[in-house]
């Protein structure tokens, strides 16, 4: 049921996502809201942090809703843009992951369905979710500050890839991030952790430590397949070490979530998480936080999603 009256509408569009793919996805939603009578500011910036600086002074002036275009990266950017305040966060999901997209619910990888259901969804009211608020150091200024996600944060073996993907100039498109994993398989090592679980320590080596609010992350890969979006909860995802002949075996198994029956697997449910270890660069909806140590607090309702409630039990 679309909106009956004029909405004012902030689109923040991502040129860039998927490589270049779905650069006309952006102009299409303008044209489309634009046509059904709402008050579009349509926001494309040559770079993320110039569109984060548009994207706050267009939701300083409390639009109806702000739909970001692109992949998690935007969710991303949306999430620190809209988290505790009322402006709902539409998707139109035309990243490569598109991992918040697909735990909503929203069409992947058919943009007028996707533009349809956010037009249906601006009818309805937003569906509420949680958020996670990073405290963790500014890189550049070790001053403390918070970053918001809404999908999953890394902290393990696979921020590692990710931090030597965005290291890499060559090869550009998704081939960067197998290269990535081939490096950082070589010199894969266990990590030594300081986890602090809702004020309960532990002290452990692991693989990689993950922390979900949604279930999946890089493209369907269902780190945490339990995980849910309004239940107050984490799921934190604790792999202990593998040799790389093991980690080859378990990691397909992450595209079913199968991955959680290896003994070696564990999930636990926290409110608050602490995670300390050397050397690794958390990434949270594919983009950087900062290096560990972070502390994770879970913001029950903190995001308003243009998405429909989900039929999921939440006990
Ligand atoms: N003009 C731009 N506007 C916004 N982001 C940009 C721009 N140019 C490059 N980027 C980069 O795009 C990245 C976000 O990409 P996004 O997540 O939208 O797509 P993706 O990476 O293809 O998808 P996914 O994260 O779902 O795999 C950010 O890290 C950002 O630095």
């Given at each position: 049921m679309p909106a009956k009256k004029p909405l004012s509408i902030v689109v923040a569009i991502n040129p860039t996502a998927s490589f270049g793919k779905g650069r006309e996805v952006g102009p299409a939603v303008v044209a489309t809201l634009r046509a059904l009578g709402h008050e579009v500011t349509s926001l494309t910036e040559p770079d993320f942090e110039q569109l984060v600086a548009a994207g706050r002074r267009a939701v300083a002036a409390k639009p109806d809703a702000l739909v970001?275009?692109?992949?998690?990266?935007?969710?991303?950017?949306?999430?620190?843009?809209?988290?505790?305040?009322?402006v709902p966060l539409g998707i139109v999901p035309s990243g490569t992951g598109n991992d918040m997209a697909r735990g909503l619910g929203i069409p992947i990888g058919n943009t007028e369905?996707?533009?349809?259901?956010?037009?249906?969804?601006?009818?309805?009211?937003?569906?509420?979710?949680?958020?996670?608020?990073?405290?963790?150091?500014?890189?550049?200024t070790g001053e403390p500050t918070t970053t918001w996600f809404a999908c999953v944060l890394s902290a393990g073996f696979d921020a590692i890839v990710n931090e030597r993907a965005n290291i890499l100039r060559h090869p550009k498109g998704p081939s960067r991030y197998l290269l990535a994993l081939g490096i950082e398989l070589v010199k894969l090592r266990p990590i030594r952790y300081r986890l602090v679980l809702d004020g309960v320590e532990t002290v452990t080596e692991a693989a990689l430590v993950s922390v979900g609010n949604n279930i999946s992350l890089g493209g369907g890969m269902k780190v945490t397949p339990n995980a849910i979006l309004d239940d107050g909860l984490f799921d934190v995802l604790v792999?202990?070490?593998?040799?790389?002949?093991?980690f080859l075996r378990v990691f397909p198994r992450v595209f079913k979530g199968e991955h959680l029956s290896d003994p070696r697997v564990a999930v636990h449910r926290a409110r608050r998480v602490v995670i300390e270890a050397e050397g690794v660069v958390a990434y949270a909806d594919g983009e950087r936080v900062g290096p560990l140590p972070i502390d994770i607090e879970m913001m029950p309702g903190a995001l308003r999603v243009l998405a429909a409630e989900s039929t999921e039990s939440t006990v």
């Open positions: 970001v275009v692109g992949g998690d990266g935007m969710v991303s950017l949306g999430t620190n843009l809209v988290a505790k305040t009322r369905a996707a533009i349809e259901y956010l037009v249906d969804a601006l009818g309805r009211p937003p569906r509420i979710i949680d958020a996670g608020l990073v405290h963790h150091e500014n890189d550049e792999v202990q070490p593998l040799s790389r002949t093991a």
